[in-house]
């Protein structure tokens, strides 16, 4: 077997966030070296506290560290109480939390973890992107050792907090900026791939035939951002988003992508936060600075997410 992929998954927990480090933590083919976290859909010492929980929970072995509290350079939009409750992860109920902070500054274990790697290291991100982006602008020499930047952001299509923007590029316009012209490998799974998973009643009940203490939580998670889901956007089931991410990296073939030049727009108008995707090639000198994903098979990415539930402890 080839060396596992080694993996940093900066996130703010959130019930989607929640699960792509669940199908992360105990697949073979990575080696999970840290979780970071920033501010996004909670306060960053919510959705740290949720990173916690979920690490002890399951028996993640990994550093947590606290990231960003704000964006790079303008206040971003509020949090997403509306989805994922007063707590970020609404829903569950964890045992009292024992698993200890480590001390450093997300941006910090980032930039140290990189530098002493002896091989490159695969950056997910599946919240805002300030973290990513104060680390390159704080220590360029990251730069070679990132193997890939694996987002969840953006849209080539509509947005979902404003009719241009996506909620994660928009929380940090500036940084996703950074992240997207720093010139290692991008691939974006953007809305337009992540609203066509979303997790109906049916595979909520697939998944509670998985008789382990991640198919168990799964449950618990869906149960509520299902619901908030439906009375925010009426949908049936909330869609799974940052689990796209690791779907990706699992199986690459689950995921259509096309390589596209891709910028963020910063200008604070209407349309800031909107990740302009080039499409059809319309900007014929631009560098294909993305791979953007344009198409999932919803079937394989399900089967995908029951493997990941399966490979925890039984209850």
């Not at 869906?222 to 869609?239: A, C, D, I, L, N």
Request: charged share 25%.
């Amino acid at each position: 077997m080839s060396e596992k992929r080694r993996l940093i998954i900066d996130c703010d927990p959130g019930h989607d966030d929640a699960v792509a480090v669940i199908m992360a933590a105990r697949n073979p083919k990575f080696e999970l070296l840290g979780i970071t976290t920033v501010r996004g859909n909670q306060t960053v010492d919510k959705v740290t506290t949720n990173a916690l929980n979920l690490c002890q929970y399951l028996d993640i072995d990994v550093p947590v560290c606290k990231g960003m509290t704000r964006p790079m350079v303008r206040e971003g939009p509020p949090v997403e109480e509306r989805l994922h409750g007063e707590t970020g992860l609404d829903g569950p109920v964890f045992p009292p939390l024992t698993k200890k902070l480590d001390p450093r500054h997300g941006v910090d274990f980032i930039i140290e973890t990189l530098l002493a790697s002896d091989r490159p290291v695969t950056l997910v991100p599946t919240g805002a992107l300030t973290n990513i982006g104060m680390a390159i602008r704080k220590e360029p020499k990251i730069l070679p050792k990132i193997e890939e930047i694996v987002l969840m952001g953006g849209s080539y299509q509509h947005g979902n907090v404003t009719p241009a923007a996506e909620f994660n590029i928009l929380v940090d316009a500036e940084a996703a900026h950074i992240v997207f012209s720093c010139g290692r490998p991008v691939a974006m799974m953007g809305l337009d791939i992540t609203r066509q998973v979303l997790c109906h009643p049916g595979i909520v009940d697939r998944m509670r035939q998985v008789k382990t203490k991640a198919g168990k939580l799964f449950v618990e998670l869906m149960e509520y951002f299902s619901m908030t889901q439906k009375r925010v956007f009426g949908w049936e089931g909330g869609p799974l988003h940052d689990p796209t991410t690791m779907a990706y990296l699992i199986d690459p073939d689950c995921i259509e992508t096309r390589e596209m030049n891709v910028q963020i727009d910063i200008t604070g108008g209407p349309s800031h936060g909107r990740t302009n995707c080039d499409f059809f090639g319309l900007l014929k000198e631009a560098p294909k600075n993305a791979k953007v994903a344009i198409g999932i098979n919803v079937e394989r990415f399900w089967d995908i997410v029951e493997e990941s539930l399966k490979m925890y402890d039984p209850l």
